[in-house]
């Protein structure tokens, strides 16, 4: 059965992500790196399940979801960009393969950031700070990137800020290639986290793969 969830607040963290706060349900649990299928709960929306991740912490009261609407798309995210207060959706039970399993490096693209967001964030609550982990986050433009201020202040935290398109002084510029990851000075014997768009993962899978990684210590959603 889904749980239905009212919008407490929607607050703009970019030029198109939204983070979006819910109560949570009684009883409703989920560890860090999970996701749902959500639906608008409109007619003509409640059979449009989409996968988004909870970045809450696992005992926070409410539940909160960081959203990157597709206007082009005409789909489930650009209605979620255009959410005020008051609307209604509908998520399942948790899921997922994403989930802490100590310090490595996190390779993340755009709203690929999502699931690293709550288990960085847990971890941090946890220990304090976050030696040990490192975060590699790729995105097109500066504009695009997701929380830059949370994450730079996150305490231990190694952050590596990559842009595609655009040159910008203290930013790697270029893509996470080959080159990338043989000069970013890296274990290969490290726990790797990895999620993005598809085809970003796929290549820096079989790159990591290429330098040793085995599947054991390659942390990501399967298909
Ligand atoms: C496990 C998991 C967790 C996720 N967590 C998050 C998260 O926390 N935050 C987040 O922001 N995202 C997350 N995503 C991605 C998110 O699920 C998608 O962005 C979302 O499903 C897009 O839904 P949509 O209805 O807007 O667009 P779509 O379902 O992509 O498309 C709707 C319509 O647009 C068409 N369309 C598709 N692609 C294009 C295109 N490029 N141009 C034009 N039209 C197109 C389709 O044919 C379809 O008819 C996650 C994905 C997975 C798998």
């Known amino acids: 059965m889904p749980h239905t969830l009212k919008l407490q ?7 198109n992500v939204n983070e979006l706060t819910f109560p949570r349900p009684d009883g409703y649990d989920c560890t860090p790196g999970q996701a749902t299928e959500l639906a608008i709960d409109r007619d003509g929306w409640r059979d449009e399940k989409r996968p988004f991740t909870f970045t809450s912490l696992p005992d926070a009261d409410h539940l909160q979801f960081t959203i990157k609407s597709y206007p082009d798309h005409d789909g489930v995210t650009e209605q979620i960009g255009q959410f005020e207060g008051g609307e209604t959706v509908l998520i399942e039970d948790p899921w997922g393969a994403i989930e802490d399993k100590g310090p490595g490096t996190f390779i993340a693209g755009g709203a690929g950031l999502t699931p690293f967001l709550s288990i960085l964030r847990a971890r941090q609550a946890r220990d304090g700070t976050l030696d040990g982990y490192r975060l590699i986050f790729a995105n097109s433009h500066e504009k695009d990137i997701i929380l830059r201020e949370e994450l730079e202040g996150m305490p231990g935290l190694k952050l590596d ?35 993005g768009p598809p085809p970003m993962e796929e290549d820096v899978s079989t790159l990591l793969k290429l330098r040793g990684v085995t599947d054991d210590r390659l942390v990501r959603e399967e298909d």
């Open 161 to 195: 800020l990559v842009l595609s398109k655009e040159k910008v002084d203290g930013l790697h510029h270029g893509q996470v290639d080959a080159d990338f990851l043989d000069e970013a000075g890296l274990d290969f014997g490290d726990t790797f986290y990895l999620c």
């Open 9 to 15: 607040s929607i607050r703009p963290i970019t030029h």
